[in-house]
């Protein structure tokens, strides 16, 4: 069988209450993320979805050839979306349990454990004048009446005249009493059973939740004229990330329940987060906390400089960025790839569509409050995503150009290289000194055909090296700011011209300086592994024609390889050098030559040809010629690429292609979207802080929503014309939805008549 990932970079939208169906969402893909696990490793399935999971991935392996593994390993989330998406990293990056995290949105996400007690009425006379307002909203005929169950009505009214009674013109909801919430949670998964991580061996796991720094900082701009002015930034990301590493922790829980809390803060609903309460929470409960000083340097950089992180006022995430695709898109680049790679942005929506009517069916125009509140509230969180889809769009269309080039061109190339070495090329055993040695004939070669040609590509080179230079000294000094790049970037720059003692192109066609060539085999970490990336993409085509058995020698060659130049992409090998990348006189040269030692590229260099060698030397005659000549051809197919790439090392090779999770999507059971499903979208999406039965009703129909949309972008990865049985898809969703109902009914006591009403659905 041929390997396949499938990797799901998931993108949360904020949604208020609607975060308990959110989570219903994320829960159906912890499932799948641990039954695609237990298939992978040989386990015996786990028990309800989990287990028609396992047994897809076997009938998909029967019908395709491939054995398939999703993981999710790229998590971003605002708001509501931010809860989610931190309680799901959690759980893939240590294997505990995501039932704690039910329970708290079942049982405490509650309009009165939520409020803040210095905030509720104070006596049953306290405000009495609102009391028409909460009796007309929970009346008879209300949409109390018509949308919650008849056994939570009264729990219902009682709430809103309470809610509605409380002192207004401060947040009415607690801020420690929603952090609380969050380390308690937090602290229940870690109490439960843990399974193995979620992830492969070497995977990285990152996680971003968007906050909005209500106050702003200060961000250097650079023009013309003015030589430089400064402006207000208020969007920060939390980033969080394990490395690939299963031994260490994604964050300590104080750092990912203050990122929940703020990412969570809804404007008016409740106070700004602020540091101050973090460690007034954590003293009363005698919990330590000794990353405090880093974690705050990391996440407010700007603030931690200037001595004022504990100032802070930190408010909702999906304030100003309610999707956070930029991040996740960030966090694509140079990411391990061990096989074939099937990558998916996945962004749960859990209201999607226009919520105003077109022009044509538009009501009067806007009032004065409606268009404050629209503008300071609703409008932010309502913008399309289309400038996020485009930027995946662009990315995708120049991979696939750039594969329709590599394969247009092939032809040529090999007779360029069977040209050059003859065909006892093939006959030869490939020793890693003969592997060297043909290297280095084949690019001289290549720059000799490209004539002028050259000098173009070696100056593209040189900067996409000096821009990876000044992007991996600024992750190492870990000071976030474009200002801070920009710095780094300009003293590379003008080091490596110090450095270069002529252009490229000065003396003959396709000729390069000492000093230039030495910069590149110090640095130049995006040449070695675009030529292993080509040659893995050539192995995945040759994969499909073969047997998996003879490639494996190969395949572990090249990833093995792969994996030790992409080791020297991360931070965390280099952090010796922080304190130096920090320092006010900055010593570039020395940096340089600090990064290069540490790196070894030279070295890495001989223990590649050591294993390619061995790969190739495993390969029967008729498979190692088309490897040997991708190996080899490289030089000419990176000069005829790298322009389109823009110097960009593109990592997993493959075009990106987007799936999204909502009401509107998910239509076997019942159609008619969000409206005709979920109770939370009541009283401004607030509906579900009001009734446990519509956390309930929530929840359930976010697993069920979940669960089908999982099965159909499980499927979507076939081949063309290769599919299931007929009326198989419809069978398995069935299956899905009566395990999930099975399961949840002992739970769900306030819902008995959505059960019955949703197995005659399903029936």
């Keep these: 069988m041929r390997d396949r990932e499938l990797r799901l970079a998931l993108v949360c939208y904020g949604g208020i209450s609607l975060a308990v169906y959110m989570h219903g969402i994320t829960k159906e893909i912890w499932h799948l993320a641990r039954a695609s696990r237990a298939h992978h490793d040989g386990d015996a399935p786990g ?17 395709t050839g491939i054995r398939l593994r999703t993981i999710v390993d790229i998590v971003a989330g605002a708001s509501a979306g931010g809860i989610n998406g931190i309680f799901l990293a959690q759980a893939i990056a240590t294997g505990q349990s995501l039932d704690p995290l039910t329970d708290l949105w079942l049982e405490v996400a509650d309009v009165e454990a939520l ?149 969570s803060s809804f404007p008016g609903a409740f106070p700004p987060a602020t540091v101050g309460e973090l460690d007034a929470l954590l003293a009363a409960r005698s919990m330590a906390w000794p990353g405090r000083e880093a974690f705050l340097e990391h996440v407010l950089p700007r603030q931690y400089a200037a001595g004022a992180a504990d100032k802070a006022a930190l408010i909702d995430g999906s304030v100003l960025a309610n999707a956070p695709f930029r991040p996740a898109i960030d966090a694509l680049k140079e990411r391990p790839a061990r096989r074939q790679i099937d990558r998916r942005f996945v962004f749960v929506d859990p209201t999607p569509g226009h919520r105003l009517g077109f022009y044509s069916e538009a009501p009067d125009n806007p009032g004065f409050f409606q268009t404050i509140i ?104 870990d000071q976030p700011g474009p200002d801070r790049w920009r710095r780094l970037r300009d003293a590379v720059g003008a080091e490596i011209l110090r450095r270069r003692a002529d252009d490229f192109g000065t003396s003959h066609p396709g000729s ?93 260099d001989r223990e590649t ?47 990106i292609r987007v799936d999204r999770i909502s009401p509107d999507d998910a239509t076997s059971i019942r159609k008619g979207g969000a409206q005709a499903t979920l109770k939370g979208i009541q009283f401004n999406n607030f509906g579900a802080f009001f ?9 359930l129909w976010g697993r069920l929503h979940g669960a089908e949309r999982l099965v159909d972008i499980l499927l979507s990865t076939l081949p063309a014309n290769t599919t299931l049985e007929p009326g198989r898809v419809a069978s398995v969703k069935r299956e899905i ?6 399961e949840e009914e002992p739970r769900l006591k306030s819902i008995p008549s959505l059960f019955a009403q949703l197995r005659a659905e399903i029936g």
């Design 374 to 477: 629209g503008a300071l509230s609703e409008l932010p969180r309502q913008q399309p995503i289309r400038d996020n889809l485009e930027a995946l769009s662009l990315r995708s269309a120049r991979i696939e150009r750039m594969l329709a080039i590599v394969e247009r061109i092939r032809a040529e190339v090999e007779g360029q290289v069977e040209s050059l070495f003859g065909y006892t090329l093939f006959l030869d055993y490939p020793t890693p000194k003969r592997l060297a040695a043909w290297r280095s004939r084949a690019q001289v070669a290549a720059a000799a055909k490209a004539g002028y040609g050259h000098a173009a590509y070696g100056m593209l080179k040189v900067e996409g090296v000096a821009d990876r230079i000044a992007t991996h000294l600024h992750q190492i000094g």
């Design 609 to 655: 040809d050591e294993r390619l060698s061995a790969g190739l030397s495993a390969l029967s005659k008729d498979m190692r010629r088309p490897m040997l000549l991708a190996y080899l051809g490289f030089p000419f197919f990176d000069i005829a690429t790298l322009p389109l790439l823009q110097g960009e090392g593109l990592n997993e090779f493959d075009p």
């Design 691 to 699: 009734s446990r039965a519509y956390r309930e009703n929530d929840y």
């Design 47 to 63: 028990t309800g979805t989990e287990a028609i999971y396992h047994a897809l991935f076997d009938e998909i392996g029967e019908a």
């Design 512 to 604: 390069a300086s000492p000093a230039t060539l030495d910069l590149l085999r110090a640095h130049d970490l995006g040449f070695r592994i675009r030529r292993l990336r080509l040659l893995a993409r050539r192995m995945t085509e040759l994969d499909q024609e073969h047997e998996n058995a003879e490639l494996t020698p190969m395949r572990d060659a090249i990833y093995e390889s792969l994996a030790a130049y992409l080791e020297c992409q991360r931070a965390d090998p280099f952090l010796g050098l922080r304190e130096a990348v920090r320092a006010a006189d900055l010593d570039i040269a020395a940096l340089l030559d600090a990064l290069a030692g540490r790196m070894e590229l030279r070295t890495l």
């Design 115 to 263: 409020l803040n007690p210095e905030h509720g009425p104070s006596h049953k006379l306290a405000k009495i004048w609102a009391l028409p307002i909460a009796w007309m909203l929970a009346r008879d005929g209300s949409t109390v009446d018509q949308t919650v169950e008849s056994g939570a009505r009264e729990e219902v009214r009682a709430k809103l005249e309470k809610f509605v009674r409380s002192r207004w013109f401060e947040p009415p909801f607690g801020g420690k009493e929603l952090l609380g919430m969050m380390l308690d949670a937090l602290d229940a998964m870690a109490k439960t059973p843990a399974g193995p991580r979620l992830l492969p061996a070497g995977q990285p796991l990152d996680l971003f939740v968007t906050v909005t720094d209500f106050r702003g900082h200060p961000e250097r701009l650079k023009l013309n004229s003015p030589p430089e002015v400064v402006e207000t930034e208020h969007r920060l990301v939390f980033s969080f990330s394990d490395h690939g590493d299963a031994a260490a922790e994604l964050a300590h829980p104080a750092e990912l329940a203050f990122a929940a809390r703020a990412t």
């Design 737 to 742: 939805f009566l395990a999930i109902l099975d």
